[in-house]
T-cell receptor, first 114, second 113 residues
Framework: GAGVSQSPSNKVTEKGKDVELRCDPI?????LYWYRQSLGQGLEFLIY????????KSGLPSDRFSAERTGGSVSTLTIQRTQQEDSAVYLC????????????FGSGTQLSVL | GENVEQHPSTLSVQEGDSAVIKCTYS??????FPWYKQELGKGPQLIID?????GEKKDQRIAVTLNKTAKHFSLHITETQPEDSAVYFC????????????FGKGTHLIIQP
């Protein structure tokens, strides 16, 4: 079946603008994660959704970052008033928690803030 | 929190030779250690994982070893092939699963023809 889908694949924006990044997880997966991958760095955890529970937002770097997951499926990561240091690849992953801890990643959104 | 160190950052080996990537972790409570492979323009993909109740796991040309006393684990790739060229990430988790995974900074593996 289809894997994790992210859109857009590339986003170029001007400093100070807001951006929205979308993630469509694998159907039936209850857990969804957002990670940030900066050049030469590892995968930085941002936020975690599990079913109907309150999300774990402990990785969000500032209050300019927020995310929501509607109907337990699609998720949107929003970055307000973008800064140049926000430039990175934003990766989404999903898993069917409890059955398999394997994370399935999307191909990511490359965000460039000019 | 957990801290995962990964070495080397870049590794170049001749095709057919073996490659070894090493990681250390800080929290002795960690009990799940996956390895992910990321090809250019794609998201990471799980290639092998190991739990703290075993010391070694093998899958064809790939093996992972775990030393809980020393808090380090390694990825071994034998008979390397051009398609092994990628960035490899190790990770550690205390939750026994994907919860709370802490990733290393990655190793860029280059297979020279």
């Amino acid at each position: 079946g289809a894997g994790v889908s992210q859109s857009p694949s590339n986003k170029v924006t001007e400093k100070g603008k807001d951006v929205e990044l979308r993630c469509d997880p694998i159907s039936g997966h209850t857990a969804l994660y957002w990670y940030r991958q900066s050049l030469g760095q590892g995968l930085e955890f941002l936020i975690y959704f599990q079913g109907n529970s309150a999300p774990d937002k402990s990785g969000l770097p500032s209050d300019r970052f927020s995310a929501e997951r509607t109907g337990g499926s699609v998720s949107t990561l929003t970055i307000q008033r973008t800064q140049q240091e926000d430039s990175a690849v934003y990766l989404c992953a999903s898993t069917n928690q409890g059955a398999n801890e394997k994370l399935f990643f999307g191909s990511g959104t490359q965000l460039s803030v000019l | 929190g957990e801290n995962v160190e990964q070495h080397p950052s870049t590794l170049s080996v001749q095709e057919g030779d073996s490659a070894v990537i090493k990681c250390t972790y800080s929290d002795s409570a960690s009990n799940y250690f996956p390895w992910y492979k990321q090809e250019l323009g794609k998201g990471p993909q799980l290639i092998i994982d190991i739990r703290s109740n075993v010391g070694e796991k093998k899958d064809q040309r790939i093996a992972v070893t775990l030393n809980k006393t020393a808090k380090h684990f390694s990825l071994h790739i034998t008979e390397t092939q051009p398609e092994d060229s990628a960035v490899y990430f190790c990770a550690a988790s205390m939750g026994g699963g994907a919860d709370g995974l802490t990733f290393g900074k990655g190793t860029h593996l280059i297979i020279q023809p």
